[in-house]
């Protein structure tokens, strides 16, 4: 299935436009936006400029709409596949599409056939480099279990290179497997704190003052 994907990414194309405005965010010069397919008219961004992208998904299997992300006037497409057989078992996975130099590589992955995104967001403080936050959350029993993992951004051939590097791996336990719902082993109401962009943004805004 992931093979098949991958062999048409470069030979078809499929117009995109976006939907409601609510679904922007803004950070400095940092914008993602949600994206939708539209079969029978033509695509434009903010800007008034058509954008392709490849058609080789069906958006109702999507773990997440595609994310259209711009950043210092360049531009890139996260899509979202959904899980698949693979070596380390049912995993779904990032991929990112420079829209300067219209190509693909692979961001990252969402391990386990449950795991959902919760949300795609970017982060960027004061003079830092921007990132893109992907929050996962998976359910099981009584009980969801959020996770955030950062991705980096990078400038490349007039377009954005996204990827997950082993130094964007968030080892943070308040945002690593955090629980909410059910009793710890104490007996205790687990609540977890970190389950939507806002709070997660405040996390590391109080981190880095």
């Given amino acids: 299935m992931r093979k098949k994907f991958l062999k048409v990414f470069s030979f078809i194309l499929a117009m995109v436009i976006f939907s409601n405005t609510d679904a922007v965010t803004r950070i400095n010069q940092l914008k993602l936006s949600t994206i939708d397919v539209d ?3 033509s695509g434009i961004d903010s800007s008034g400029e058509e954008i ?19 950043y210092n006037n360049k531009k890139s497409i996260l899509f979202f596949l959904p899980p698949v057989e693979s070596g380390s078992g049912q995993q779904g996975l990032i991929l990112n599409y ?13 391990h386990g056939i449950n795991e959902q995104i919760q949300s795609v967001f970017g982060y960027k403080y004061n003079n830092d480099d921007a990132t893109i936050l992907v929050l996962t959350k998976n359910t099981s029993d009584n009980q969801i279990t959020y996770s955030t993992f950062t991705n980096s951004i990078l400038e490349e051939n007039g377009g954005l290179y996204i990827k997950q590097f082993l130094d964007d791996e968030i080892n943070i336990s308040p945002l690593s497997n955090c629980i909410d719902g059910g009793t710890d082993h104490l007996g205790n109401k687990q609540v977890c704190k970190y389950k939507d962009a806002a709070s997660i943004k405040k996390f590391f805004d109080d981190m880095n003052r």
């Fill in 98 to 110: 420079n829209l300067g130099n219209n190509k693909m590589n692979v961001v990252g992955f969402v």
């Fill in 39 to 41: 079969y029978s008219s």
């Fill in 52 to 70: 392709k992208y490849p058609n080789f998904y069906d958006k109702h299997v999507m773990l997440h709409p595609p994310i259209l992300v711009e």
